[in-house]
């Protein structure tokens, strides 16, 4: 791989490690620290995850318009400032609005790193975002299992090590992703692509794969709220839990020769990439709806995390795949907020679900959600088959 995307790679690694400090926690933080209900935990996600959204489309467009050197300083600079308020502060109100200050920021600085692998590495097809997508894994195995510990002993550490991990993202990009930007003369809006492009296939196909990963982000966001709240009832303790996510991440860099096989036999083929790793996720919930001893978790985790090894860098890649020239951070800053959306209305539905009717509901909506989600990843290209056959229809029809 080319020398900038493994400062990429290094600088992804940084970021992830330092939001998996906080994250997998947050919902236990504030049930049990907070004395909050599940539902208003899922409130608080959810203006996290809303304002990521805003951030990821805003980044995404930053990025087509002045590079992503300064998209992604602009969003750890807030990051920062967001931790040090939440290092200082632990009261309720200051930890929602810090909360959701880092959720835009940090959106911003996503769409950023997958629009410039793209761009620095376009030959690496899937195989760029999936480099960046190992990055991420191994922050999550590294964060979690080092904030259940630091959270056992005290939980203002969590804060404090998250803020240690930017303060050295920032450096990083500083000073290794400034090559990288790059030029700003394309359009900057959907309208203007809508004026300037005639084929506006890809733009819908990527919405209709965009349902469906919203749809998976649903069901996976639960493992970080409601199933999280649910280990702590029947006995699975804290650094139990962050070790599920170690192994998660784990999982994702050790199991890469074991899956390369059939990647590399469906390489060209990203729908079917996108089924498979849905079908498996299915059948991780089917498990977990039955766990009650954390061998079980330790089972429903490694089936997710095989199924998201196969649909988590195939839709960044279908993305990158489907942008028009000069697009990409837009398109790689819709993939991401349609990702955050997911987050942003899983753990709120997820936690009135689980409150009112318990955790059998949830799972079997889940199901049917999943269920859909393969539908829809199967028509994505609907609209461009149609588009190509109304292109080989008109020189037929005019004469």
Same mark, same amino acid.
């Given at each position: 791989?080319?020398?900038?995307?493994?400062? $990429?790679?290094?600088?992804?690694?940084?970021?992830? &490690?330092?939001?998996?400090?906080?994250?997998?926690? &947050?919902?236990?933080?504030?049930?049990?620290?907070?004395?909050?209900?599940?539902?208003?935990?899922?409130?608080?996600?959810?203006?996290?995850?809303?304002?990521?959204?805003?951030?990821?489309?805003?980044?995404?467009?930053?990025?087509?318009?002045?590079?992503?050197?300064?998209?992604?300083?602009?969003?750890?600079?807030?990051?920062?400032?967001?931790?040090?308020?939440? &290092?200082?502060?632990?009261?309720?109100?200051?930890?929602?609005?810090?909360?959701?200050?880092?959720?835009?920021?940090?959106?911003?600085?996503?769409? @950023?790193?997958?629009?410039?692998?793209?761009?620095?590495?376009?030959?690496?097809?899937?195989? #760029?975002?999936? =480099?960046?997508?190992?990055?991420?894994?191994?922050?999550?195995?590294?964060?979690?299992?080092?904030?259940?510990? $630091?959270?056992?002993?005290?939980?203002?550490?969590?804060?404090?090590?998250? $803020?240690?991990?930017?303060?050295?993202?920032?450096?990083?990009?500083?000073?290794?992703?400034?090559?990288?930007?790059?030029?700003?003369?394309?359009?900057?809006?959907?309208?203007?692509?809508?004026?300037?492009?005639?084929?506006?296939?890809?733009?819908?196909?990527?919405?209709?794969?965009?349902?469906?990963?919203?749809?998976?982000?649903?069901?996976?966001?639960?493992?970080?709220?409601?199933?999280?709240?649910?280990?702590?009832?029947?006995?699975?303790?804290? /650094?139990?839990? @962050?070790?599920?996510?170690?192994?998660?991440?784990?999982?994702?860099?050790?199991?890469?020769?074991?899956?390369? /096989?059939?990647?590399?036999?469906?390489?060209?083929?990203?729908?079917?990439?996108?089924?498979?790793?849905?079908?498996?996720?299915?059948? @991780?919930?089917?498990?977990?709806?039955?766990?009650?001893?954390?061998?079980?978790?330790?089972? #429903?985790?490694?089936?997710? &995390?095989?199924?998201?090894?196969?649909?988590? /860098?195939?839709?960044?890649?279908?993305?990158?795949?489907? =942008?028009?020239?000069?697009?990409?951070?837009?398109?790689?800053?819709?993939?991401?907020?349609?990702?955050?959306?997911?987050?942003?209305?899983? /753990?709120?539905?997820?936690?009135?679900?689980?409150?009112?009717?318990?955790?059998?509901?949830?799972?079997?909506?889940? #199901?049917?959600?999943?269920?859909?989600?393969?539908?829809?990843?199967? $028509?994505?290209?609907?609209?461009?088959? #149609?588009?190509?056959?109304?292109?080989?229809?008109?020189?037929?029809?005019?004469?």
């Amino acid at each position: 791989m080319p020398k900038q995307v493994w400062l $990429l790679i290094i600088g992804m690694l940084v970021n992830v &490690t330092g939001n998996s400090f906080l994250w997998p926690l &947050t919902t236990i933080y504030m049930n049990e620290h907070l004395g909050k209900s599940l539902t208003v935990a899922g409130l608080v996600l959810m203006a996290n995850a809303g304002a990521a959204v805003v951030g990821n489309l805003l980044g995404g467009v930053m990025f087509d318009k002045v590079g992503g050197y300064r998209s992604v300083l602009l969003g750890i600079v807030g990051t920062v400032f967001a931790l040090v308020g939440l &290092t200082l502060w632990h009261e309720f109100t200051p930890f929602v609005i810090f909360y959701t200050i880092i959720g835009f920021s940090g959106g911003i600085v996503f769409p @950023s790193m997958y629009a410039m692998v793209g761009t620095v590495w376009p030959e690496g097809g899937r195989k #760029a975002f999936n =480099a960046i997508y190992l990055a991420q894994n191994v922050g999550v195995a590294i964060g979690p299992a080092m904030a259940g510990f $630091l959270a056992a002993y005290s939980f203002d550490l969590i804060f404090t090590a998250n $803020l240690v991990m930017y303060i050295l993202f920032f450096f990083i990009a500083l000073f290794g992703f400034k090559s990288m930007s790059i030029s700003s003369s394309i359009q900057t809006s959907v309208i203007q692509e809508g004026k300037k492009i005639r084929n506006r296939a890809p733009f819908y196909a990527l919405l209709i794969v965009s349902i469906g990963y919203l749809l998976c982000w649903f069901g996976y966001v639960q493992w970080q709220s409601t199933i999280s709240a649910y280990t702590q009832q029947i006995g699975i303790t804290l /650094p139990q839990y @962050s070790l599920l996510w170690t192994l998660n991440g784990l999982l994702i860099v050790i199991g890469q020769p074991f899956i390369r /096989p059939i990647v590399k036999r469906i390489e060209d083929n990203l729908k079917a990439q996108m089924v498979i790793g849905i079908v498996i996720m299915i059948i @991780s919930y089917i498990v977990v709806a039955f766990a009650e001893e954390f061998s079980m978790f330790v089972i #429903a985790m490694a089936i997710l &995390t095989i199924g998201e090894m196969f649909i988590w /860098p195939a839709v960044p890649a279908l993305a990158n795949q489907l =942008a028009p020239k000069g697009r990409e951070g837009l398109y790689q800053g819709i993939v991401n907020s349609v990702a955050t959306g997911g987050r942003m209305i899983g /753990p709120f539905f997820g936690g009135v679900l689980v409150d009112s009717y318990g955790m059998s509901a949830l799972f079997i909506l889940v #199901a049917i959600l999943l269920l859909a989600a393969i539908v829809t990843s199967v $028509l994505y290209d609907r609209p461009l088959e #149609a588009a190509e056959a109304a292109r080989t229809a008109e020189p037929i029809e005019s004469m």
